[in-house]
C-alpha cells in the first residue's frame, strides 16, 4: 500500500518557521530509486485553489512560487524516501494545508500526501 505521511505542520507566529517531512513508503518506493522521483509541494487556503509551492526534479533544479521565494526551501533525502519544506519567514497569507506529490519520471505514476496544516497566526 502506497503512503504519503506528511507531518510537521502546526500553529506558528508569523515570523517563525516551520519543517514539513513528506515519507513515501509502499512498494512503489522499493521497487525503484527515490532519486527518479519528481517531489513538489502545494498547498490549498480556504476557498482557494491549490497552488504550486515548490518543485525538486529529478536531476534538475528547485523552483518555487514567487510568494515564496528566499523563504522557503525544497529538499529530498533519497536514501530515506523523504521530502523537505522548510519554511521560514511565515506570513498569515501562507496558512492553508500543505501537500507533497511525487511522480515517478519511469511510468508518471503519481502519489499524494494527506496533507498538514499550517496555521500562522499571532
Known amino acids: 500500500q502506497v503512503q504519503l505521511v506528511e507531518s510537521g505542520g502546526g500553529l506558528v507566529q508569523p515570523g517563525g518557521s516551520l519543517r514539513l517531512s513528506c515519507v513515501a513508503s509502499?512498494?512503489?518506493?522499493?521497487?525503484?530509486?527515490?532519486?527518479?522521483?519528481?517531489i513538489a509541494w502545494y498547498r490549498q487556503a480556504p476557498g482557494k485553489e491549490r497552488e504550486l509551492v515548490a518543485t525538486n526534479p529529478s536531476g534538475g533544479s528547485t523552483n518555487y512560487a514567487d510568494s515564496v521565494k528566499g523563504r522557503f526551501t525544497i529538499s529530498r533525502d533519497n536514501a530515506k524516501n523523504t521530502v523537505y519544506l522548510q519554511m521560514n519567514s511565515l506570513k498569515s497569507e501562507d496558512t492553508a494545508v500543505y501537500y507533497c506529490?511525487?511522480?515517478?519520471?519511469?511510468?508518471?505514476?503519481?502519489?499524494w500526501g494527506q496533507g498538514t496544516q499550517v496555521t500562522v497566526s499571532s
Open positions: 509502499g512498494s512503489p518506493f522499493s521497487g525503484s530509486p527515490f532519486s527518479i522521483y519528481y
Open positions: 506529490y511525487v511522480r515517478n519520471q519511469w511510468n508518471y505514476a503519481t502519489y
